[in-house]
């Protein structure tokens, strides 16, 4: 039940042959989400043999096509599969009346529900959560109205030591759950056994924030502090960081200086300008900030 | 100047890794035509090396997504790559009102015009002509609303005989224009020298037929005759007739009688369930009754 990100396409605006655009799968705790969909991450999820058909929730950052033009095809492809499960998509205000357009034109009638849930605050919220898994917002700044999200995993259960356990038959079954939980068992004679021994530590459970497109942003810290990997977009170098700041994006650097200030554990960057044909000049920029910097690698799962 | 047809996709419905679904580049008398546009279009006019940005007319047959869901990327992919010539679009009426839709919820302002020529006719008309291109609507009948598409190489200029025209002084250089068309060359002394003297034979024109997706239908014989050569589609094979007229396709073998009708001169299949994993059994049965069949070659030029 680890926690995998694999990262479907990275490419800024126009597509290539090498890289597709924008578009990210997250399992988490056995959750399977898409994040933002570029024209043709439904065969890019193909490729990455990810799990198709359990994803059931979506998040699109922004209405920008290469976040979304891909968005149609999935989910007509879902129908043709025979999918039922509902689908939720959360995305801007506007997402529900485009593909609802779309559907329309098309003669897309889905044999499942498709439940949009449209996005217009600037303050960071919680749009998501089941027992294990919570979502939030990131409010960013880019041309058009944009978010990323703070995937959380909740705590996770302490495991028992059976060894232990099993010298004292007064623990029943039914007193796994409390132990699991970080609870203390008190004897009948009223000597309290400390969970610490009847149990092993849990993993601890991880973050994961995804951050495009957006300008240097620092109000974003507070909301991913401590976050264990970070995908932060830098389209440009910090010598084009005034086409950056025209554009409505970052610079490596700044995306580097985001990552220390968050005192983020790891950081992956992308959604490159295509003017640049060695990614190599990116991770050199942003390491001399933040030396836990990576490049991403598409299709290719890391755990986080 | 020959012409070439470039299968960029002939996928039916769902993508899949080894094939996109429909979109084809076809350059003829140096106008580049494309025709349908599924999802991840532009990505294969990369691979294919087509020229990308003297696309100026895109055809599409119909609003089911595996033939248009390609069309916003592709034409915010010209905007951001700096497009200024008038793009002209032909298809069902709606596709405007859907575009447009899209461009408004994604922002996507062209910096050029896009001309959405909307048809609605049940009979063939002719919707293009230059100097030396025609097109025209081949009426098909499916699900929704749907039309192939005629390309149309006019009657060629005749070549000039250096030869023979030098030994006639009398022949000037602003004579060589009748002489291109077919005309004859009238002495001062009376005396006719005759065209076929003078210059020899044009290359003769040729025409492109693409039918997809459709059932069999005998109403486009008369359109597409002697065609030099049809694209056809051919959903599934004869076993499953009823399921082809359920669906509004065609078989393998009725694509081949079509064919055979219209005396086309070649025939290439596509638009193949996903339920064959083996292409080879759709040229097996209709070589059966037009032996001039091919399998179409994803992104491998074709002279026609």
Redesign the interface.
């Known amino acids: 039940m680890s926690t995998y990100l694999t990262i479907l396409g990275f490419n800024s ?5 090498k890289s597709a655009p924008t578009a990210q799968f997250l399992e988490m705790e056995e959750r399977c989400f898409l994040i933002d969909c570029g ?2 991450t ?2 890019q999820l ?2 990455a043999k990810a799990k198709f058909s359990k994803i059931n929730h979506i998040f699109i950052s922004h ?4 976040h ?3 968005l ?2 999935l989910i ?2 879902f129908r ?2 025979g999918r039922e499960t509902p689908l939720n998509v959360y995305g801007p205000k ?2 529900k ?2 593909m609802e ?2 559907f ?5 009638y889905q044999g499942f529900e498709v439940i949009f849930h449209e996005l217009s605050s600037k303050n960071s919220e919680k749009i998501f959560e089941d027992n294990r898994v919570e979502v939030y917002t990131i409010p960013l700044d880019h ?2 109205y944009c978010n990323g999200y703070l995937f959380k995993e909740k705590p996770k259960e302490r495991h028992l030591n059976m060894k232990e356990i099993s010298k004292y038959p007064e623990i029943e079954i039914c007193d796994y759950h409390n132990l699991k939980r970080g609870k203390d068992f008190i004897l009948k004679d009223g000597y309290v056994l400390k969970n610490e021994v009847l149990t092993t530590a849990a993993e601890p459970p991880v973050s994961y924030a995804f951050c495009s497109d957006t300008r240097y942003l620092e109000s974003i810290v507070p909301i991913i502090k401590n976050v264990d990997l970070l995908y932060h977009e830098a389209t440009f170098l910090h010598d084009l960081k005034e086409m950056a700041e025209y554009t409505g994006h970052t610079t490596a650097l700044e995306a580097a200086k985001i990552a220390r200030k968050a005192k983020a554990k790891k950081l992956i960057l992308g959604h490159f300008s295509n003017r640049y044909a060695d990614y190599q000049v990116f991770l050199n920029e942003a390491c001399e900030i933040f030396p836990e910097t990576y490049l991403p690698q598409q299709l290719e799962p890391v755990k986080i």
């Open positions: 605006a126009i597509p290539t042959v024209e043709g439904q065969v193909r490729k209405l920008h096509g290469d979304v033009f891909g149609p095809g007509s492809s043709l599969l506007g997402i009346a485009m357009a779309i329309k034109y098309t003669e897309t041309r058009i």
